[in-house]
């Protein structure tokens, strides 16, 4: 299984400061020696990777880059003119901390969108949520990638098996007893199973993520038909303690099937 590294949560750092410390390029180097994909959010408000962070990452880096972005026309013809390997196309709120949810696919700039992408030899992702109607709906937009949001599995395995519920993070939606968050569980991670056969026999390539970490990310390496996870915050979380290129490799090692 491939590990995709997104280094959003390292440009967040430096923009606080608005200077060039940590310097993004130099994480992509550390994330394209240890991982197997350089995984970058350019957003609407670039809140934290810039225009120039992309630009450098392409012209400098030898991994695949993983372009995350909304259907946004200016960051379209940026993707179009830099032409990363692939483009992950998002749905993006101003107000919002982290991505929510998957796609509408129903999106009227969606198919236009894959197919300029496309085009120009650019493969495209679509993140979407785990459920069979999202999933034949992204072969019927021809994408090559689906990426199975893994948010809901994330926020269960947390409120099971953490104490988050002790602190001000906790979710209100996930106050429940032991047995029903077990239950709940483990119908999300049978979900993303069902999900992920479904998306390989329908041609397409699966990838997962989204609050995936240390902890959580044991059950999804076992479902065999992902070939990919896109994880950020929990590395760059790790790396504060360890350093960049160790919380690459510790997260590689949970990966080995």
Not at 156 to 167: D, G, P
């Amino acid at each position: 299984m491939l590990l995709g590294v997104n280094i959003d949560h390292i440009a967040i750092l430096r923009q606080a400061r608005k200077v060039n410390d940590p310097e993004l390029l130099e994480a992509a180097f550390i994330a394209a020696q240890f991982g197997d994909q350089i995984t970058l959010h350019i957003r609407e408000d670039r809140r934290h990777a810039q225009d120039f962070d992309l630009e450098n990452i392409l012209r400098f880096c030898k991994s695949p880059v993983n372009l995350e972005c909304a259907c946004n026309e200016e960051i379209l013809n940026l993707a179009l003119r830099l032409k990363p390997h692939r483009v992950s196309l998002v749905p993006e709120k101003r107000e919002e901390l982290t991505t929510e949810g998957g796609l509408n696919l129903n999106h009227a700039a969606l198919k236009p969108s894959i197919e300029r992408l496309q085009n120009a030899n650019i493969e495209v992702s679509l993140f979407i949520n785990p459920s069979l109607e999202d999933i034949e709906k992204a072969h019927e937009l021809k994408a090559d990638f689906i990426e199975l949001h893994t948010g809901v599995y994330a926020n269960l395995h947390n409120a099971l098996f953490s104490n988050i519920s002790h602190t001000a993070f906790a979710l209100k939606e996930f106050n429940l007893s032991k047995k029903e968050l077990e239950e709940k569980l483990a119908e999300e991670l049978a979900r993303l199973e069902f999900c992920a056969k479904k998306g390989v026999n329908l041609g397409l390539k699966v990838a997962a993520g989204h609050g995936l970490n240390y902890k959580n990310v044991k059950q999804i390496v076992k479902i065999q038909e992902i070939c990919e996870l896109n994880i950020g915050q929990s590395i760059v979380a790790r790396a504060i303690f360890v350093g960049l290129s160790k919380a690459i490799l510790e997260m590689k090692e949970l990966l080995k099937r």
